[in-house]
């Protein structure tokens, strides 16, 4: 009984019963062609799910148009916390009028080459300096949409000449989880950073640091976002360093590093 079992089972694969055979082969041959293809089409390796890089929304605040469409930017949004807000603001500028607008968008473009060149994926929130808006709400849905890992707002302030210092906000209290622990750790992160190049905001905050239940970007966000001011556009010292790029390529420097220190 076993040698005819073994001769019949033989026999299928050479064409002795078509049905056995059709089942049969191609199953085996396509085991056996599929492994042999792996490794001159690609290697096992490149099976394994790449991680995907880190997204972070670079927020430069204001734009250049703001000024001459007071209308469209005057029309109030949500701002959380169930507050109607202006849908943006035309920001301020230096006593010499070198506006905030200009600094913040250049801030941002040196951030985004500098995140850029280390792998990050780079938002913005606006393309150009010569538009209106975004309004504040539209802002915060961006980092929202592509589910951002940083969002950071870049400003400048435009506080009374005696004040000086950079100072980082967060939403205080915070309305999400996103909000509290990891929104704070990126506020930490980049006022570190920040703090190594330039000094804390002397009339503002504590040690650097402002919660602010206020602002429409930061309330609204629902990943982890902070506002940084990066110094005071009416203090002289601090409006010359901004006015220049290398000086605009130090804030830019300590931003990104703030950024990759909380990416990890
Ligand atoms: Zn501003």
Not at 48 to 76: K, M
Not at 101 to 106: A, G, I, L, Q, T
Not at 134 to 159: F, K, L
């Amino acid at each position: 009984m076993l040698f005819v079992s073994l001769a019949l089972s033989s026999c299928g694969p050479d064409g002795g019963a078509a049905a056995p055979a059709a089942s049969q082969s191609p199953a085996p041959d396509r085991v056996s062609s599929t492994p042999r293809q792996v490794p001159t089409t690609a290697p096992p390796r490149s099976t394994t799910p790449e991680p995907d890089p880190p997204t972070v929304v670079l927020d430069a605040g204001h734009n250049g148009g703001n000024a001459s469409a007071l209308s469209e930017i005057n029309r109030e949004v949500p701002a959380g916390r169930g507050r109607m807000k202006p849908c943006n603001t035309t920001g301020t500028a230096t006593d010499d009028g070198y506006p905030e607008h200009v600094f913040n968008f250049d801030v941002a473009k040196r951030v985004g080459e500098a995140l850029r060149a280390r792998g990050v994926r780079v938002v913005g929130t606006r393309d150009s300096d010569d538009g209106v808006g975004p309004c504040v709400d539209r802002r915060a849905a961006i980092g929202n949409e592509v589910n951002a890992d940083a969002v950071v707002s870049i400003h400048a302030d435009g506080s009374s000449t005696q004040g000086s210092g950079f100072h980082v906000a967060f939403s205080d209290p915070p309305l999400n989880p996103a909000q509290g622990d990891p929104a704070n750790r990126l506020a930490t992160t980049v006022l570190d950073a920040m703090a190594a190049e330039f000094p804390v905001a002397d009339y503002i905050g504590e040690g650097g640091l402002s919660g602010r239940d206020d602002l429409a970007g930061l309330n609204l966000s629902e990943v982890p976002a902070v506002l940084v001011e990066c110094g005071n556009m009416r203090n002289p010292d601090e409006a010359s360093v901004m006015s220049t790029p290398e000086g605009r390529q130090r804030y830019a420097d300590a931003i990104t590093e703030g950024v990759l220190a909380y990416l990890g």
